[in-house]
């Protein structure tokens, strides 16, 4: 420890507080292994269960980019967000899906990394394109991929085996191309265009996991995947379908547009220090048997 730290001190980022070196082992040998430290807050004060940080660190981070943005569009009146504002490849992933419909809605349109049809534009500004299509899109694309799509939201769109496409109600997104290689047989295969985006919309997890990917390339291709699909008619594009299930607008709001506004940060405080600590026994119950040894 470099600086003695004591309750309620105030320390400026980026101030090295101390190290962390290696445990040494027995008889003064300094090869041991590696010390670690964990690193947890108790937002509902002392007593209150310890909790990880990184969730309400990065909520903070996304509210104070948006204040800052806010602050400077009145200053400049020009909109030129990290979060929303054209080319903004800056934003992480984390931070994309963290957007409400609406935002995803103006991001998706304004970015010119995404190429859409007319039809499609005109979707997506009537609010009929589900959610999570929405964030998979600013997902690629603030990944640094551009894309061009074929098709959105197709009404009545029947799958090959006869059952209604998660089209239909507007779930599922036809890419064409990425990053100016249209997809194509040539365009698919280990190390392609197609194999590389496909694994990163396997990184999507919980309520983000696309239903189906559909290309030419199956399961085995990506570790046994079990949303990944091949069918021969998937030559030209890559399909991403979320299920009908997770719903959209304000039945799926809680669950899917799942960033905290600024006032739910103080009920979640509340709510955590609610939860009592577990009371674990440190001697044997009467209860308990008797073991031999």
């Not at 430290?37 to 990184?54: E, S």
């Amino acid at each position: 420890m470099l600086k003695d730290l004591r309750t309620g001190a105030r320390v400026n980022g980026g101030t090295v507080l101390g190290t962390i070196g290696r445990e040494p082992r027995k008889g003064g040998s300094a090869e041991g292994r590696t010390a670690s430290m964990a690193f947890g807050v108790r937002p509902a004060g002392k007593g209150a269960p310890r909790v990880d940080p990184r969730p309400l660190l990065d909520g903070w981070r996304l509210l104070s980019a948006t204040a800052e943005r806010e602050s400077d569009e009145r200053r400049t009146g020009e909109k030129k967000s990290a979060l929303f504002g054209i080319r903004a490849g800056s934003a992480t992933a984390g931070q994309v899906l963290l957007l409400g419909k609406e935002s995803l809605q103006a991001r998706v349109l304004a970015d010119d990394r995404i190429e859409l049809p007319p039809v499609g534009r005109a979707q997506i500004r009537a609010g009929l394109i589900d959610r999570r299509v929405l964030a998979t899109l600013a997902y690629l694309a603030a990944n640094g991929h551009d894309l061009r799509i074929s098709s959105l939201r197709r009404p009545g769109s029947i799958t090959t085996s006869g059952n209604l496409s998660e089209h239909d109600s507007g779930n599922a997104v036809d890419i064409a191309a990425v990053d100016g290689q249209v997809i194509s047989p040539k365009t698919q295969g280990a190390g392609s265009i197609t194999d590389r985006t496909v694994r990163l919309l396997l990184r999507l997890q919980g309520t983000m996991t696309p239903h189906q990917i559909i290309t030419l390339m199956g399961p085995d291709d990506f570790g046994g995947a079990r949303n990944v699909l091949a069918m021969g008619d998937h030559d030209d594009h890559i399909h991403v379908g979320f299920s009908v299930a997770g719903g959209d607008g304000a039945a799926a709001g809680g669950q899917l547009a799942s960033a905290l506004k600024p006032g739910q940060w103080d009920d979640l405080v509340e709510r955590l220090g609610k939860i009592e600590n577990p009371q674990v026994a440190t001697k044997a119950s009467r209860f308990s048997l008797k073991v031999r040894r």
